[in-house]
Structure formats: structure tokens, C-alpha cells
């Protein structure tokens, strides 16, 4: 008898809350504005703007003032927030979720702004667990704010002393970013209703954030000193509040170069991010990766046969005939040493780097590695060799594949996505003085190849599903002898100059950050493979 009750309840609070009592404020609103198509639009209702252009904002002197702005629209050049919910309902929920959403996208084009965002947030937001959203805010979102962050607004956040961003779209989606990467004092956004450890999609009692209002509330008496926000009526009764009032024209700005936020002036490093998705999931760029994920996956599937199956030349050159840009610079140098191999040392960008390796030089390669799945392990057709962290005990075992043959290194210990190189082990050093650096890049187009919290297992399938992945090999000549541990130097001064002739190879930058540092910061844990998955308990 409970369950029925339970189910009716629900019916009626999406009904009512969801629908009826948005369709019925929505129809006020018509009767107020009139009919008109622009209002059915998925910009908020606009009218004739009587303040100035942000261009016209003095940046001196405001270290002692307030500002107050919206991140939708004014500090994002992007008009819509779809992709970023499609980021959560992705990268946080599944793939049936994203699916779910994006099929809502008919439904969305007849609805107001505000029955949009309760639409899209339900979506998004039913069943998703609270440390999911966590995850994706910290981890996945910021790389795309920072890549549509409009750098004349931030230019006006950052002069100002005390910053406060007032937003209708749901806080735990943007708090995260807006305080870590802008400094951003205080978040006023929506609140989401959550039930244990999930949330139910539903708005809070307060339902959806009125600008204007939580202005009011927050500041009381007080007017704050700069205002920024579009031509929209909303953000017109929004910024009249305050004592200076400034426009972002987004159809001025859209493609302008003075508002794209150059990854020089970013706030902050983006150095480490996670997330399958390697573009914005705008309606249509998403309906086009649906509409090619049967192919993606069956082209993986041919791809990994190929390495597994046939032989180097023709594995490389039906991989090229299949799509995948391979590039490779340098020559082989010659072993000075009948019974040692040579050392490779590669940077890292996936675990296919020691495969593309292999098949370019043609020749068997044995690989070490601190974390691999079984099922990486069991498709890759290269020899792997699992290390154990302890020093003495990997240093015997890559003494020992030193004898057997060359070996690839990847001294990372993990991969990295952005321009940057992470802090090299110098353990490689002390065992091999024929050390050839070898610089690898990657591009991809639709899936990173890479992830800190999702199923490593899959990492390989997802950089082979892209219509045209490309690696680029440069082969370095090997170090000079004088520059390795033979030569009187140290294993660390070794390292840290393999990592900076790699680094000027590829134009990345050198940094101390090790793989410790990337899981803890994405994932919360050291990114160690487990062998037994211990059940999440809910606190």
C-alpha cells in the first residue's frame, strides 16, 4: 500500500511542480510581453537596453568595491547551458541519462527559460548520486568554463575586491568553479532538493533562483557597487540595483577576439581534468556522437585486431587506411650494447603510447607499468610488466627486461592531458646509460583515451572510437653519455633532463606534480588499480 502512495506522490509533484504550475506562469508571462517568437526562443525576453557596454567599465580603483554578475550568459560566452548539464548527465550519470536528455531537446525548443532549466535539471538530477556531482564539478567543468570564460568580463570580476555571482541555473554546478579557479566570494544559485545521498531532481521549496530577489535579500539595504549582465529582462531588473550597471552584447562577442580567454590568462593552471567527452555537447554535437558511437565502436574493435593480429607494416598502414594520423620523426640509434637493450623514455599521454611505439619502430617492445587492468593487459600486443612501487624489487625487474630486449618507460607514472609534463621518477636513470627520449603527443576530436575515476579497461576502446585520433612520435637521439649516471651525474639530474629536452620537443611545460597529486585531486584516491572493488557505502 506504501509504494502506490509513494509512486502517486511523485506523479503529482512532477505534474504540478514540474509542469502545470511552470505551463501556467508561463502563460501569465505571454499575456504580459504578448505573443511573440522571440520570446519562445532559449534566450530570455529582451528589451531596450539603456546602460553602457562593458567595454566602457574603468578597471581602476575597484579593489574596494563589490561586483555582482550571472555566470550564464555574462561570464560564459556560450547562450546556452545545455551542454553543461549534458557534461553532468554524462560524465556523472550514463550514457542512457545523456541520451534521455538530449531527446528532450524537442520539448525544450517550445518552453520558457525558466521551465527549461526545471526540464533540463530534472533530467540531469534524478537519481544522480551527490559525490557523482561532486566528482564532475571538480574534475570535468572547469576545463570547459575556462574554455568559454569571456575575458573582458573577468578582467572586470577580477578588479574588484569582494565578487558575488547570482545565477538561476542549480549552485553545485557552478560553486565549485566560481571559487576555486575566479575567487569568487559567495554563490547564490538554485537549490536541489536531495533525498540520502542522491538528489531527486526537484527544486527546493525556494524554487528557481529570481535574480533580482536574491540580490534584495542578500545585500538588504546595501546597493552593490558594479553590476554586469545582458540585455535580458531579467537581468535588466537584476543589475538596476546597483549603484553601476554594465551590458555584455553576446551577438557582438560571440566570436569576438577581445572576449575568448586565451590559456595564458587563465586564472588558474588547467593542468589536470577528467571526463570522457573531448568537446562541448552542444544539441547537435551530441546527436552527432550518438550517431556515431555504433560506428566508433565497431572501428575500435577493428583497430585493436589489427595491433593484435597482423604484422607491424601492415597493422600501421591499414590503421592509417582506417583513420588514425600517425606522424613519427627521428631515427633508431644504434646499440653500443650486444646484450642490453635500449631504454625508451617515453611522456605520457595514454596507455597506448608504448603500442604506437612498437608499431611504429617495428619491432617487439616490452612495457612497464604501475597500474594496469586485466583487460588492458589481455588486449595489448606489446609484453607488459606490472611494477610494485617498491624500488629495489622494480629495479631488478627492469634490469632483468633490459637483458631480454628494449624497454619503454613512462616516468610520469601516469598520463596527462594538458601541455604540461609531470615530475619525472628518476629510477629509470640508474639502470640504463642507452637512454633514447622519445617525445608523444595525442589529439582527439570526440573521447579522451584517459581517466582517473571511470573504468581504466576502456580507455584504449575510447581513443580508438574517435573518427580520426592522431599520435605524433619524435625520437630524440640518445642522451649522451656524460649526461647520464656513467657520466658522474645523478639519477635526478638525469631525469629532470630528459624531462626538459622532452618538454622543449613538444613546447609542454616541465612541472613538479606527480601522479599522487593528479588522482587525489581528481579522483580522491592514489589511482591505484584495485584487484577486489569494495562496495560504496553511503554516509
Known amino acids: 500500500m506504501m509504494f502506490p502512495m509513494v509512486l502517486l506522490r511523485l506523479v503529482d509533484l512532477v505534474l504540478y511542480q514540474l509542469l502545470a504550475n511552470s505551463y501556467y506562469r508561463a502563460a501569465r508571462k505571454m499575456k504580459s510581453y504578448g505573443f511573440n517568437l522571440a520570446y519562445l526562443s532559449s534566450k530570455p525576453p529582451h528589451q531596450p537596453c539603456s546602460f553602457p557596454s562593458i567595454t566602457k567599465c574603468d578597471l581602476q580603483g575597484r579593489m574596494s568595491q563589490t561586483i555582482v554578475c550571472d555566470i550564464h550568459r555574462v561570464l560564459l560566452r556560450s547562450h546556452s547551458f545545455f551542454p553543461y548539464f549534458m557534461l553532468v548527465a554524462f560524465e556523472g550519470g550514463s550514457i542512457f541519462r545523456a541520451f534521455f536528455l538530449l531527446m528532450s531537446c524537442p520539448l525544450l525548443l517550445i518552453c520558457d527559460h525558466e521551465l527549461k532549466l526545471k526540464i533540463m535539471t530534472f533530467i540531469t538530477f534524478c537519481g544522480l548520486g551527490i559525490k557523482d556531482m561532486e566528482n564532475v564539478s571538480r574534475a570535468v567543468l572547469p576545463k570547459f568554463y575556462l574554455e568559454n570564460l569571456n575575458l573582458q568580463v573577468y578582467e572586470i570580476l577580477a578588479s574588484a575586491g569582494s565578487k558575488v555571482v547570482i545565477t538561476s541555473v542549480p549552485r553545485v554546478m557552478v560553486e565549485g568553479f566560481l571559487k576555486e579557479y575566479l575567487s569568487v566570494g559567495d554563490v547564490l544559485g538554485t537549490e536541489l532538493h536531495t533525498f540520502g545521498c542522491y538528489f531527486t531532481g526537484f527544486l527546493t521549496s525556494s524554487g528557481l533562483l529570481v535574480k533580482h530577489r536574491a540580490l534584495k535579500e542578500y545585500f538588504g539595504d546595501r546597493k552593490p557597487d558594479i553590476g554586469i549582465g545582458t540585455s535580458s529582462l531579467h537581468h535588466h531588473l537584476f543589475i538596476s540595483t546597483c549603484k553601476e550597471a554594465y551590458v555584455v552584447n553576446n551577438e557582438e562577442n560571440k566570436n569576438s577576439p577581445n572576449s575568448i580567454m586565451p590559456r595564458d590568462k587563465y586564472p588558474k593552471p588547467l593542468i589536470f581534468h577528467d571526463g570522457r567527452l573531448a568537446f ?128 619503454v618507460v613512462c616516468p610520469e607514472g601516469t598520463t596527462c592531458r594538458e601541455p604540461y609534463l609531470l615530475r619525472f621518477s628518476s629510477l629509470f636513470a640508474e639502470l640504463a646509460n642507452e637512454i633514447v627520449p622519445v617525445a608523444m603527443n595525442t589529439h582527439v576530436s570526440m573521447f579522451y583515451g584517459t581517466t582517473a575515476s571511470g573504468l581504466k579497461c576502456l580507455d584504449p576502446i575510447f581513443f580508438l572510437m574517435n573518427p580520426k585520433p592522431s599520435y605524433h612520435i619524435q625520437i630524440l637521439g640518445k642522451v649522451p653519455k656524460e649526461l647520464t649516471c656513467a657520466g658522474g651525474k645523478s639519477s635526478v639530474e638525469v631525469a629532470n633532463y630528459i624531462q626538459k629536452q622532452l618538454g622543449d620537443a613538444l613546447r609542454f611545460e616541465c612541472t613538479n606534480f606527480t601522479r599522487r597529486d593528479k588522482y587525489m585531486m581528481l579522483a580522491g584516491n592514489e589511482g591505484i588499480v584495485q584487484q577486489v572493488s569494495n562496495l560504496k557505502k553511503c554516509y
Not at 353 to 358: G, K, M, Q, Y
Not at 371 to 384: G, R, Y
Open 280 to 407: 562541448l555537447p552542444t544539441p547537435l554535437a551530441t546527436l552527432y556522437m550518438f550517431m556515431w558511437l555504433p560506428i566508433g565502436i565497431i572501428l575500435a574493435i577493428y583497430r585493436i585486431l589489427l595491433g593484435i593480429f597482423l604484422p607491424y607494416k601492415l597493422a600501421l598502414e591499414l590503421g592509417v587506411w582506417s583513420g588514425i594520423d600517425l606522424k613519427i620523426k627521428g631515427t633508431i640509434p644504434k646499440k653500443t650494447k650486444p646484450n642490453k637493450g635500449v631504454l625508451f623514455v617515453c611522456t605520457h599521454r595514454t596507455l597506448l603510447d608504448p603500442v604506437f611505439l612498437s608499431t611504429s619502430l617495428a619491432k617487439p617492445l616490452t612495457a612497464v607499468t604501475y597500474s594496469l587492468s586485466k583487460v588492458s593487459e589481455f588486449i595489448a600486443p606489446i609484453k607488459t610488466v606490472r611494477l610494485t612501487r617498491d624500488r629495489k624489487q622494480d629495479g631488478e625487474t627492469m634490469q632483468k627486461l633490459l637483458r631480454e630486449g628494449d624497454l
